[in-house]
């Protein structure tokens, strides 16, 4: 995480950036976390895996990273 936004670089993986402007957080009810570039139609992300990332609900400081994520997307988007 920066001040432009999210990066994820996966193992055998290309690299996923997402800005802070266009990011949409989603807790599913079985603990994962999608993050969405809504600037992408959702056909896109699906079909390609662009501006879409998956965030596991074994990640470590879980409940840290939401809050952070969440901080951050008031503060870019000015809600």
Same mark, same amino acid.
């Given at each position: 995480?920066?001040? +432009?936004?999210?990066?994820? +670089?996966?193992?055998?993986?290309?690299?996923? +950036?997402?800005?802070?402007? @266009?990011? +949409?957080?989603?807790?599913?009810?079985?603990?994962?976390?999608?993050?969405?570039?809504? @600037?992408?139609?959702?056909?896109?992300?699906r079909m390609k895996g662009e501006g879409w990332i998956q965030i596991q609900p074994e990640i470590n400081n879980r409940e840290q990273l939401l809050s952070t994520l969440y901080a951050n997307q008031s503060k870019y988007q000015g809600k």
């Open positions: 995480m920066n001040d +432009k936004g999210i990066e994820y +670089k996966g193992e055998m993986m290309l690299s996923q +950036k997402l800005g802070w402007r @266009s990011l +949409k957080i989603e807790e599913k009810s079985n603990g994962i976390i999608n993050l969405y570039d809504t @600037s992408i139609p959702a056909f896109t992300r």
